[in-house]
């Protein structure tokens, strides 16, 4: 069985999240998907989330290509996920490209393509315009 594992915050759920998921449980058998946590997007990565860690844990759990999800509580806790999960693929979207070919020692890293034109950042902008 082929492992695959990948991380990310799934604030306000959207095509791109969905496309990534897909094309990453393509990769292997088995999908793992570590969500952070409120605590480490506010502490580590200074975001403020529209939806909570349950609502977001929720959302992705209920998707039929993911077979599993865990917390995200710091940026240092892939290399043990890996060893811990047996993954053997790593991915993320090719925004973080370079960024996690460390765990090249643990498991085969894969950067997929971000989905054109959807992003969370994008859409909390437009949100926050119309309401100002």
């Excluded at 393509?26 to 580590?44: H, M, P």
């Excluded at 759990?61 to 865990?70: D, H, P, Q, R, T």
Aim: net charge negative; hydrophobic share 40%; proline share 2%.
């Amino acid at each position: 069985m082929i492992k695959v594992i990948t991380y990310g915050t799934f604030d306000l759920f959207h095509l791109g999240h969905l496309r990534l998921l897909e094309r990453a449980a393509g990769l292997g058998d088995y999908l793992l998907v570590g969500i952070s946590t409120d605590e480490f997007n506010w502490q580590e990565k200074s975001k403020i989330c529209v939806q909570s860690y349950d609502e977001r844990a929720a959302i992705v759990s209920a998707l039929k290509v993911v077979n599993e999800v865990f917390p995200e509580e710091s940026w240092d806790q892939k290399v043990e996920d890996m060893k811990k999960y047996k993954a053997d693929i790593f991915v993320m979207g090719d925004d973080w490209l370079g960024k996690f070919d460390f765990l090249k020692d643990y498991c085969q890293v894969t950067y997929l393509e971000r989905t054109p034109g959807v992003s969370t950042s994008e859409r909390k902008k437009i949100i926050m315009d119309s309401e100002g």
